[in-house]
């Protein structure tokens, strides 16, 4: 009897279970951050089921083939996003093939309409059972009942059972439990960190996450978390953010670091993080850089959290649009643009970037409407600009059979850039690559409308992003030229100009177009052919163009960058009358004191000393707010350019995360404080030194 025992007690304890939040590693690591929410579903199921199971919990690939090299779980639970659900998917359905696997899916890349939902389980049949909304509790109740079917995943839907917030298909039919309520006291949800859970994702390339709220009270149709269901906001104990930031603090091997939070700076606790953190970066230096979704309709205190992290987080104010039609359409209010100004213009004597987003080709969208969005928020004097383009998200109005309908939405697929891979499982070569949709037309814009979008999008990314001109912007701005103007004149002369950057431009739309697909299938059919996902990964095709271009302007044409930049400034100030002999000094010299600092930029060895009447040590010191005019030396002086050591170790911690190849490179310009890097400068001889940047604080 007690050898029954025994037997009945590693037979409980053996049920292994899995939880994967897959990324692809093919050319970089694509999803370089811990696997946040899957931790979360593991660590609440580790709790609840105790001894009777084992866990395992997954990022890499690699890793997870090993893993199954010698574990068989019983149960497999895959988090899927839009950079993952091809992959997450191949290893499902091997593992039901060789093993029997159940699998559990869960996460925000699935549709909420029924109709939807019930095509999408049949284009992937691999998905045992789908789970829609927090996925902790369901978890649980999945596995006690699959324990009640002897984990005969068959069976149970033969019983057609209705499971809380779980889909699934039996015999063609969509069986949809009720949703529970949301969790309302999510301390009931053990930490991540909790035994050293996360352990393993601390290393040279995965960014550490912390969420401190979940849920978003506003609508915007374009988005997960725009539904009724995600609209009341929950908040973690005080004592579990101190916990886990203190517990990141201690072996955090990366530079950033993420608050995943949607609308952090909405509640005054919020205050308190952002202090807490800002007292790790004095005691340790770390963060260098945090990155929020900060709060719509916070102005204040989201100036205050900015301002408590020194340049660590970039005062934003996202827009995705300032036309009010388009706003109307996808149900979302933005600050007032006076406000926005106000972000915007702190950043100037704060010492930090400024952030703002645009969504290009969302609902209702116009190319007039789009480039006035961009100048509007440019205008402003926002540092840093993205214009995304909009994604046809599984679960988002915008993206639903009727949005699509009522705004004659078109759309393109594509390889989702840096989200494919060939990886080993059991001896098995598994070619992944994840297919994308982004909507390239509507009602009021045309397919070369939106190309001349894109155009913008690479202008912006180039001239005005991570402050790359940002000296120049500064100057024309106080000489009364708009800086929409300037961008304008940039984006005219790079789409029809000559020379070295206009021809980057044609490269870059031939290659944007070369990289869409009419149908989602024949881009399939195509790469499942041999040897497609081989020249996906040499850089052939599916390269992010925004990354490869800018990266090419930057890395590679920074003196042609400068003399475009500086040409269309001279003719900006003599079409407004204010050009003359002092001006013409100035920006000669302003030109190269901003090309040494920002060429060859990866090569920390590179020093350069110029002579300059102009005081640009001063001048960067305060980030160049002050009148040039003003600050003259007595007599020409030698300034020295260089990278101090704290700029060293952080160009040398990216170039470690993301690698030299041009794609790494294109990253590190999505992903890093670029202005930061850009070189030091003293007056040679002496210890009088511009801060790091123009733009930043932080050392």
């Known amino acids: 009897m007690v050898v029954g025992e025994a037997e009945e007690r ?16 093919g050319q970089v690591v694509s999803a370089n951050t811990f696997p946040l929410g899957a931790a979360m579903v593991a660590a609440y199921a580790r709790q609840e089921l105790g001894d009777a199971v084992e866990i395992g919990i997954f990022r890499y690939p690699a890793d997870f083939s090993r893993w199954l090299e010698t574990e068989k779980p019983v149960v497999a639970g895959f988090s899927i996003f839009a950079w993952n659900m091809a992959l997450s998917h191949e290893y499902a359905r091997r593992l039901k093939d060789r093993l029997g696997t159940v699998t559990v899916f869960g996460g925000v890349n699935i549709p909420g309409d029924p109709d939807e939902m019930k095509d999408f389980l049949a284009r992937y049949p691999a998905i045992d059972f ?15 009942t699959l324990e009640r079917f002897d984990f005969d995943a068959e069976a149970l839907k033969r019983a057609r059972v209705a499971l809380p917030n779980t889909r699934y298909l039996v015999d063609g039919d969509l069986i949809a439990g009720p949703m529970l309520p949301r969790i309302a006291d999510l301390s009931i949800i053990p930490s991540t960190f909790a035994d050293g859970f996360s352990d393993k994702f601390f290393d040279d390339h995965l960014i550490p996450l912390v969420q401190t709220t979940r849920g978003c009270p506003y609508s915007c ?12 906001t929950r908040r973690f104990p005080w004592e579990r953010i101190q916990y886990e930031l203190d517990y990141i603090a201690d072996r955090v091997k990366v530079p950033d670091f993420i608050i995943t939070d949607l609308n952090f700076g909405m509640f005054e606790e919020d205050i308190a993080t952002a202090e807490y953190v800002a007292g790790l970066q004095d005691r340790i230096g770390w963060p260098k850089f945090v990155t929020i979704a900060t709060a719509k309709n916070h102005k204040d205190r989201v100036l205050d959290i900015s301002r408590i992290l020194r340049g660590a987080l970039p005062p934003g104010a996202a827009v995705q649009s300032t036309d009010p039609a388009v706003l109307e359409t996808i149900k979302r209010k933005n600050l007032p643009l006076d406000a926005v100004r106000e972000v915007a213009r702190t950043a100037e004597t704060d010492g930090a970037v400024s952030f703002s987003e645009v969504i290009l080709c969302l609902p209702g969208d116009s190319k007039a409407a789009h ?4 100048f509007d928020v440019i205008d402003k004097g926002f540092t840093l600009v993205r214009t995304y383009q909009f994604l046809m998200l599984n679960g988002t109005e915008a993206a639903s059979r009727a949005s699509r309908q009522q705004h ?5 697929f594509r390889v989702k850039p840096m989200n494919f891979g060939k990886y080993m499982l059991w001896d098995e070569e598994l070619a992944v690559a994840e297919i994308e949709e982004i909507c390239v037309s509507t009602a009021h814009m045309e397919y070369d409308d939106y190309m001349d979008c894109r155009d913008l999008s690479l202008t912006i990314e180039i001239f005005n992003n991570n402050g790359l001109f940002f000296e120049l912007f500064q100057f024309i701005d106080r000489m009364g030229v708009s800086r929409a103007d300037f961008i304008r004149a940039l984006y005219e002369y790079a789409t029809q100009g000559q020379g070295v950057i206009p021809d980057l431009y044609r490269a870059y739309r031939v290659e944007e177009a070369r990289n869409l697909w009419d149908s989602g299938e024949g881009l399939a059919a195509f790469l499942a052919q041999p040897g497609v996902i081989d020249r996906y990964l040499s850089g052939e095709y599916g390269t992010n163009e925004i990354y490869k271009y800018r990266a090419l302007a930057m890395f590679e044409n920074m003196p042609a960058l400068h003399d475009v930049a500086f040409g269309a400034a001279r003719s900006l100030l003599e079409a407004h009358g204010v050009w003359n002999a002092e001006v013409e000094a100035y920006l000669a010299q302003l030109k190269t004191f901003s090309q040494t600092r920002k060429q060859s930029l990866m090569d920390t060895g590179y ?23 003003a600050c003259r030396f007595d007599a020409p002086t030698e300034i020295e350019v260089f990278h101090s050591p704290s700029q060293r170790e952080l160009i040398e911690g990216y170039l470690r995360q993301f690698g030299t190849s041009l794609i790494g490179l294109g990253r590190i310009l999505n992903r890093a404080h670029v202005a930061q890097m850009y070189r030091s400068a003293r007056i040679a001889g002496t210890d009088i030194v511009a801060s790091p940047n123009v733009h930043s604080s932080v050392k």
Do not use: M
């Open 10 to 25: 590693r037979e409980r304890v053996a049920r292994t279970i899995s939880f994967a939040d897959l990324t692809h590693t």
């Open 130 to 144: 789908c789970v829609e909304g927090e996925g902790e509790l369901a978890f649980v109740e999945i596995y006690r």
């Open 221 to 232: 149709t374009f988005c997960h978390e725009g539904g009724r269901y995600f609209n009341k």
């Open 371 to 374: 480039f006035r969005s961009v």
């Open 408 to 412: 004659q939405l078109k759309t393109r």
């Open 607 to 629: 020093q350069a000393r110029d002579v300059y009447t102009f005081d640009f040590v001063a001048l960067a010191r305060g980030n160049f707010v002050q009148d040039p005019f």
